[in-house]
């Protein structure tokens, strides 16, 4: 699962911050030594204000401003710029004393396992009033030191004023006036209300065209007029229209204008620069330093005034506390965020696994149209070429016996009579082949099981195929085991039995014996029926149970390729199992197993698989 990462929201580098070399000296250095030392390493601990450190002033490369004090591995004290001010101001002498005497022996320290982030050092500064603070490990071996100088290295305000808005920090109580004030009202405003600025403001129905409209950041503010008179507190629905500020006062006074006299319309700065309550306090800073203004007006929608962002509310931004406050707000929008993104990912990955399987089945329903189609176009052929023929036999013998029964010898005429038997019953028997095909299809086969004298029924078989069989085929049957109790559907089984004693002596070299066996054991009849014909490639035993299909080596041995799927699903009727093995050219075996009675299982025992 993803893991958040806020250091791109609030947290710089930690490890830059840290000063893994600050510079070490013995209790037992002199103080002048020390001072030299630290001079020569331009080390500055000037700022004082730790938001100060944060103004958006280019930083400049200062040293830790301070020295710690080592006696082996353990920190004794610590020494800092300000305790030199400290002593020149009392007048300490500093010749001929060491740095023992006026270090800080109580040194604040932090645990390296505590430390968290730069916001944390930042507040234990100000807690105890430090600007220095060594890394400690658990036995109290220094690690390094943090000081305002590194900290102000690697923190970077972009990342704070990004996620935080103008809303959070803006000032709602601003001091406004109307146009029509003096600018001596105004400076009595500024000194009651203790600010540096007061927003000139209009009510809407009494905009003035003559003023300049000036812009607002995704909101223009229109121009108001004339306001009776001037007010403590924003009135709701007023617009912003100038501003005059402390600094614009001492240039009038210093212009020599006369206060009273000159209303604020006359001198207010405009246009305005405006924000939204919702514009980032980065978008606030970038409109600052970009028109070098120190106050921006908020307004709404409707350019109503809602407050106002000056520098020091920015600067504000930085307290650590607040840093506290807005990382936690931060984390807590970050981890929303990402169940938010779990929950889209596992519906993304449910929605995929759907169009999966809506795939998978559109591929399916693909192969299948395609089956049918192969399966039409077979089928077309098949009744194309397998009626075609015999009824071109059936014509050309029919119209040699018309024209020509006076000239033929009897032998002939029974000849060409015995063809067109044969011929209609070949076609007779595609017409059965299509119509259990037809059945076998919608699911409308009937499977009848009754008492039934198996022995005789192969018998007979075996007498009505060696009668039709034009190639004096030996078909050489035997019969095994009791066969008394079986229940078997007859019809269904004279298909099974009569088809494979067909394609045996139809795929076999004439006169070759062909050989039939019937087992009854363990309350199942296990058929065999080999014979020593052209055999069946091994590419092509799997498929051999499809319609239409023949193997490949058949040559121009007529059929349709439907009958051994119909007596795959006879035998599948009987909820029995059926399996050939060949060899081309050496011969082939097919073996049907049945339950003599509709109760019995086949044994898994005497499977045999394709």
Known sequence: MLQPNYLPFYSPDLEQAINRSPMVVSPDTPLIDVITQMAQSRASCALTDVTASMAFSPLDDVGDGCVLVMEGEQLRGIFSERDVVHLCAAGVKIVDITIAEVMTNAVITL???????????????????IRHLPLVDATGQVLGLLSHGSIRKVLQPVNLLKA??????????????????????LAELMSRNKVSCVVITQMPETLNPDLTEGPVHGVPISPPASHPQSQSHRESGSIAVGIVTERDLVQFHALDLDLSATAAEVVMSQPLFSLTPHDSLWNAHQIMKQWSVRRLVVVSEQGELLGIVTQSTLLQAFDPMEMYRVIEILQQSVEEQLVELTETNELLQKEI??????????NRALA??????????????????????????????????ERFADKISEE??????????????????????????????????????ESLDIVKLCQDLVEERQFSDPEHHSIRFQAIGPTEQACLDEKLLRYILGNLLTNACKYSPPNSPIYFDLICQDNQAIFKIRDGGIGIPAEDLKQLFQSFYRARNVGKIPGTGLGLTIVKNCVEAHHGQIAVESEVNLGTTFTVTLPLTPEAPVDSAVRHFI
């Open 111 to 129: 645990v390296q396992s505590e430390f968290r982030d730069l916001f944390q050092v930042l507040s234990l500064m100000q807690k105890h009033g």
């Open 164 to 185: 935080r808005s103008v809303l959070e920090v803006m000032i709602r109580g601003v001091v406004t006036a109307p146009p029509t004030a003096s600018l001596l009202s």
């Open 353 to 362: 696994v759907e169009r999966q399987q809506a795939q998978e089945e559109l």
């Open 368 to 401: 299948k149209e395609k089956e049918l189609n192969a399966l039409k176009s077979s089928f077309s052929s098949m009744v194309t070429h397998e009626f075609r023929n015999p009824l071109t036999s059936i014509l050309c013998a029919s119209q040699l016996l």
């Open 412 to 449: 002939q005429r029974l000849n060409y009579l015995k063809m067109i038997q044969n011929t209609a019953e070949y076609m007779d028997q595609m017409i059965d082949d299509l119509l259990v095909l037809g059945r076998v299809e919608n699911r409308k086969l009937d499977y009848e099981p």
